[in-house]
């Protein structure tokens, strides 16, 4: 493990599962504290919560869970990242939103 991020905090929406998944590992390898902003914990593939195996991994790590399709998960979710966290260095998003097709 790097100490290049310690005492800083890396919010990553998407985080569960595929690509996003290796954002939040990569922050928490190099010192990051994370907050996994995902709809689901366990990743789409199975296996271990990404926050889980970051603190396996002797990281600190917290799951908050937001659809960022939803106005209210949003705000419900930086509330929850305000008070867990002094404040976020890092964000990122790996989240994927399938297109409307909405009809006019």
């Known amino acids: 493990m790097s100490d290049l991020l310690v005492d800083t905090v890396a919010t990553v929406t998407g985080g569960s599962s595929g690509i996003g998944r290796s954002t939040p590992l990569e922050f928490a390898a190099h010192g990051a504290s994370v907050v996994v902003?995902?709809?689901?914990?366990t990743p789409q593939e199975d296996g271990t919560?990404?926050?889980d195996l970051i603190r396996e991994r002797g990281g600190e790590a917290t799951y908050v869970k937001c659809d960022v399709t939803s106005t209210d998960d949003i705000r419900?979710?930086?509330d929850e990242v305000e008070r867990s966290r002094e404040s976020t260095s890092w964000s990122t998003s790996s989240v994927s939103v399938p297109p409307c097709h909405c009809s006019s």
Request: glycine residues 0%; hydrophobic residues 55%; negative net charge.
């Open 49 to 51: 919560p990404t926050d």
């Open 76 to 78: 419900i979710a930086v």
């Open 37 to 41: 902003v995902d709809v689901q914990a």
